[in-house]
């Protein structure tokens, strides 16, 4: 599993959501006229917090989930005061909403601006799985050895924004990887050759549920003339092939 800057990101929305809400309940039984309460003015406090809550997702909203996580936390922190001064007890959410898992598979070869959209689509439907084809699996399925390894692969597609996980794929069953993560959604791209409705009949026959399958089907043309990796290789082939 991806660490680190992924880890920030899923906590620094978990405290939004959860301040907003807390909040919002706050204000529900309380009422909106809370400027005369003593000793404390806790119509004051709950709008500081709420600006707090302002500031983090403006935060998130900028890619900043360290800056956005620190403002989240310190009006989890006005809020929870409420509680330790014997004001109010504050009701935060039981449990998060289940994320949605979404699942892509592929070789990424040469991961190229296509690839790039397919999953930018796919991490917008919810949290992106992406498992990366072994070299075993893409010297059985293509007859040659990969361009680049498994592990460089694996790297490079790690580090796309949008890929919240990224995992190699099982050498001999690629259903033990959907198993792995248990998607909500799988998305396949342009090219692969999986019938959508097969592929949940199998999902569901292994599984015992039926995911959502959906096709990206846009081929998108990144440079003049080039659409996927066969295209790249052929124009390093005719630009470089003969070079001494």
């Known amino acids: 599993m991806v660490t680190g800057p992924g880890d920030v990101e899923e906590r620094a929305l978990q405290y939004i959501r959860n301040a907003r809400s807390a909040i919002e309940r706050l204000k529900s039984r309380l009422g909106e006229d809370k400027s005369s309460t003593a000793p404390l003015d806790i119509g004051n406090l709950l709008d500081a917090a709420e600006r707090y809550v302002g500031d983090a997702e403006y935060y998130a909203s900028k890619g900043d989930y360290a800056t956005a996580l620190s403002a989240a936390s310190y009006a989890e922190g006005l809020i ?20 949605i898992r979404v699942f892509v598979g592929g070789t990424f070869e040469v991961l190229h601006p296509g ?16 498992v ?5 699996t893409v010297e059985r399925l293509k007859g040659r050895k990969p361009i680049l390894s498994e592990s460089s692969r694996l790297k490079v597609v790690s580090a796309v924004r949008y890929v919240y996980n990224a995992f190699l794929g099982s050498e001999k069953d690629f259903l033990d990887s959907v198993e792995k ?28 549920y039926r ?3 959906k096709r990206f089907n846009e081929k998108i043309e ?11 290789y052929r124009k390093v082939c005719s630009k470089l092939c003969n070079d001494k």
């Open 80 to 99: 929870d005061a409420l509680k330790y001064l014997g004001v109010e007890e504050p009701e935060w959410p039981d449990k998060a909403p289940e994320e």
């Open 115 to 130: 690839h790039i959209e397919l999953l930018k689509y796919a991490s917008s439907l919810g949290k992106l799985h992406v």
């Open 132 to 136: 990366i084809a072994r070299d075993s």
């Open 181 to 208: 993560v248990k998607p909500h959604i799988i998305v396949l791209g342009p090219d692969q050759g999986f019938d959508e409705e097969q592929l949940a009949s199998m999902v569901e026959s292994r599984l015992g």
């Open 211 to 213: 995911p959502v399958v």
């Open 222 to 232: 990144f440079e003049e003339g080039l659409r996927g990796v066969r295209d790249i």
